[in-house]
C-alpha cells in the first residue's frame, strides 16, 4: 500500500526567504506525485504535480520540486517566499493506474514579515 | 475552475440523523470522489464512482454510503451520524487515470463543512 509522509506539520519562514517542505513516499510501483495547496478557508488547489519526463517540476506560484525515486522523495520549494504563500500544502501519491490518491498529513507553512 | 459544486455548504446535525451531501459537476467527468479533511490525518478517501452506479469503497468508508445515478451528482449518505464524523468534507472529479496529460488531474470542489452535535 502506498503511503505519504510530511515530517514537518509546521514551517515558519522569514518573508523573501527560501523554503523546502519534505515529502517522502513508499510505494511498491510507478507514481505519479502530486502537491496541492489549501488557502484558509478554501479548497485544494493544484500547485504542480509529476506524471513522467523531468524530475525537476515547475508549477504555479513560482514553487518547484524535484522527484527523487532512489530517495523516494518529492519536496517542494521556493526561493523567496510572500506573505500570500500562508498556506497548508499537501504531498499527494497515486500508483500508476489507481484511482486512489494518497495525501500527506499536510504541512502548514506560516510567512513571518 | 472546475464546475464542481457542494451542497450544502455548512451544516449542523444531531447524532443519530441522517445526512446528504451533494456533489455536482458540469465537466462531464468520469471520476468522482468523497474525502475528509481532519486535522493531523491530511485528506482521505472515503468513496469514489468510475462511472454511473459503479462505486467503491476508499480508505475511510464505515458509516457512509454514497451513490451515483447520473454522471453530474455523487451523493454521499451518513446513515446515522455521529460526532467522529465531525469534519470537513471535499468532492473532487477527474477525468482519466491512464493518461499523463492534464485529464489526471483531480480538481476539488470548496468543501461542506458538517458539524455533528
Known amino acids: 500500500a502506498q503511503s505519504v509522509t510530511q515530517l514537518d506539520s509546521q514551517v515558519p519562514v522569514f518573508e523573501e526567504a527560501p523554503v523546502e517542505l519534505r515529502c517522502n513516499y513508499s510505494?511498491?510501483?510507478?507514481?505519479?506525485l502530486f502537491w496541492y495547496v489549501q488557502y484558509p478557508n478554501q479548497g485544494l488547489q493544484l500547485l504542480l504535480k509529476y506524471l513522467s519526463g523531468s524530475t525537476l517540476v515547475k508549477g504555479i506560484n513560482g514553487f518547484e520540486a524535484e522527484f527523487n525515486k532512489s530517495q523516494t522523495s518529492f519536496h517542494l520549494r521556493k526561493p523567496s517566499v510572500h506573505i500570500s504563500d500562508t498556506a497548508e500544502y499537501f504531498c499527494a501519491v497515486r500508483d500508476f493506474g489507481n484511482e486512489k490518491l494518497t495525501f500527506g498529513t499536510g504541512t502548514r507553512l506560516t510567512i513571518i514579515p | 475552475d472546475a464546475g464542481i459544486t457542494q451542497s450544502p455548504r455548512h451544516k449542523v446535525t444531531e447524532t443519530g440523523t441522517p445526512v446528504t451531501l451533494r456533489c455536482h459537476q458540469t465537466?462531464?467527468?468520469?471520476?468522482m470522489y468523497w474525502y475528509r479533511q481532519d486535522p493531523g490525518h491530511g485528506l482521505r478517501l472515503i468513496h469514489y464512482?468510475?462511472?454511473?452506479?459503479?462505486?467503491d469503497k476508499g480508505e475511510v468508508s464505515d458509516g457512509y454510503s454514497v451513490s451515483r445515478s447520473k454522471t453530474e451528482d455523487f451523493l454521499l449518505t451518513l446513515e446515522s451520524a455521529t460526532s467522529s464524523q465531525t469534519s470537513v468534507y471535499f468532492c473532487a472529479i477527474s477525468e482519466s487515470i491512464w493518461t499523463s496529460g492534464r485529464d489526471n488531474e483531480q480538481f476539488f470542489g470548496p468543501g461542506t463543512r458538517l458539524t455533528v452535535l
Open positions: 464512482s468510475y462511472g454511473v452506479k459503479d462505486t
Open positions: 465537466e462531464n467527468h468520469r471520476y
Open positions: 510505494s511498491s510501483v510507478s507514481v505519479y
